[in-house]
């Protein structure tokens, strides 16, 4: 059912007014959760990488320098780290006992929603955009944290929603053919996510692992096709 509406979706975007834009892009979006920094990276924000594709409503640029797009993002965040867990038995440091862990974040962020421009020019388009989002994210703990048959590994998984408001604009200088050109995007704003929960079975009952907060300044750079 939801395969059937999202091509139904598509299929009106494409005849209202059709594709404008297919980029690949790269951003942030902030993390000051003090168990992200000490778990899983030394930085305040999520870095990732996708893709970003958008749909013209009404007429074309070329008709109206006013636009509005409905955009759609997917983001991929792999990030991990090295944890070092020391237990001093008594006889001082030379003789403490220390053991690695690895942790590792796989997280895939799909948003949508519109996207209001106005040209300015010929070849550049400043921007207002909101998108709600559905994050999907993974944690994985281990001592080999690449063996996925690993008995002692702890991998759970976890999906919440997001949001985002974003100012930003877009620069098309090349022209190629008659209509299409390459544009370069870059955007600043603010994202709140839902807190992700993570909780581990633990012989039929719920076992809370923690949670994560993701908030604050969002930032996306991205380089690609302009229709």
């Known amino acids: 059912m939801t395969s059937i509406l999202g091509i139904a979706l598509l299929s009106a975007f494409a005849h209202a007014g059709g594709l404008s834009e297919i980029s690949v892009q790269m951003g942030r979006f902030g993390a000051p959760d003090d168990n992200w920094s000490s778990t899983f990276s030394d930085s305040s924000g999520v870095p990732g990488q996708g893709l970003r594709v958008a749909w013209r409503l009404g007429d074309g640029p070329d008709a109206n320098p006013r636009g509005l797009e409905i955009v759609a993002d ?3 965040e792999v990030r991990g780290a090295q944890l070092d867990i020391g237990s001093d038995a008594g006889w001082g440091d030379d003789y403490a006992d220390t053991s690695v862990l690895y942790t590792k974040f796989v997280g895939n962020r799909f948003a949508l929603g519109p996207r209001l421009s ?9 921007y207002a955009t909101a998108q709600l989002a559905a994050w999907q994210s993974r944690i994985a703990i281990d001592e080999d944290i690449e063996d996925d048959e690993n008995p002692n590994q702890v991998a759970i998984g976890s999906l919440t929603g997001a949001g985002v408001v ?5 620069v098309r200088p090349i022209t190629i053919g008659e209509r299409a050109r390459v ?3 870059l955007e600043l704003g603010y994202g709140y996510a839902l807190p992700m929960r993570y909780t581990a079975d633990n012989g039929g009952k719920g076992l809370d692992i923690g949670s994560l907060d993701f908030r604050g300044l969002t930032v996306n750079w991205g380089v690609g096709i302009r229709l």
Request: no cysteine; glycine share 16%.
């Open 74 to 76: 997917w983001d991929h």
């Open 118 to 126: 106005y040209r300015v020019g010929d070849w550049f388009v400043p």
């Open 166 to 170: 974003a100012v930003g604009f877009d």
């Open 183 to 185: 544009g370069s995007h």
